[in-house]
């Protein structure tokens, strides 16, 4: 892995940067049933122009439920399109309004228990945090756990990338970067008892991954959560926040027993699992949009061609 700076700051930002920029900052003004509704509409907008979020969304979900029915899968594909809508309309209000705004919204807290027996062993606890629901609601409940640290690669606009770092770091938690250097911080944490959370379903390098079934499909997966493991002895457990009427609920869920194996493949392949744990609670909050399985072994089809 390797950092991703943000871009000069001497240089003036585009149309672009700015237009993103001046997004967030509006929404973040907006109560949270109107970005929502917003973000409803955006979601049909895509369902009805059949889009490349469409596209994609359809393709990933034809790949891990090929025997889903038809009708089933286009509701499906409607209500993901949707939710990812709505996740883009209220993440700016978690990044930039205060604390107590997002604490208020989060309306229970299912099964806290598991973080917090996983964190009175003692020996380290990762956390795996799918693109499920809204990871940003999660993200800064768990920065109030004592010690908290995680991995961060900023995004190339400077102004976006001041927002998303004071919002994420505004409840406590401390910013790792994506490369060695932050690996070793966090592995440094393990050791002495700390906490990370990890986005475990992004593609990642080849050098930091192998292949394992994810919903039966080859999925480039990282290596990372199990290198900490067998070199920490952490803890591995879940959770997400899931997208409510008027707010946000948080699971907990422990993870599959894979996930501990001395077998790489086994141990990824349990990762994976628990991911599809998590997902299948809630589906349609899942990120389909993203191309997961974009990185194929070698000889196998590459999905996400562009249709002539």
Known sequence: MSDSPASDSSSPPGFKERAIVAFVKVCACLPLWLSRSLGTGAGWISYGCRNS???????????????????????????????????????????????SWTASKIQTVHDRSILDDALAQGKGVVLLAPHLGNWEVLG?????????????????????????REGREKAGATLAPTNRRGVLAILKA???????????????????????????????????????????????IAAYAERVRGGFEIHFKSADDGVYSEDTVAALTGLNKTVENCVNDIPAQYQWEYKRFRKQPQGMPKPYKKKK
């Open 53 to 99: 979020l469409y596209r994609v969304t359809r393709e990933n979900l034809e790949l891990c439920f090929p025997a889903m029915d038809e009708a089933e899968r286009n509701r499906l594909i409607r209500a993901s399109l949707i939710e990812t809508g709505k996740l883009m309309f209220e993440t700016g209000a978690v990044w930039v309004r205060d604390l």
């Open 190 to 236: 393990m050791k002495q008892g700390g906490f990370t959370g990890i986005l475990p379903d992004q593609v990642p390098d080849a050098a930091g991954g192998e292949f394992a079934p994810f919903f039966g499909v080859p999925a480039l997966t990282m290596t990372l959560v199990n290198s900490l493991r067998e070199r920490s002895g952490c803890t591995v």
């Open 140 to 164: 800064l409940y768990l920065s109030e756990v004592p010690g908290a640290m995680f991995m961060y690669q900023p995004p190339e606009i400077a102004e976006l990338e001041r927002i998303i």
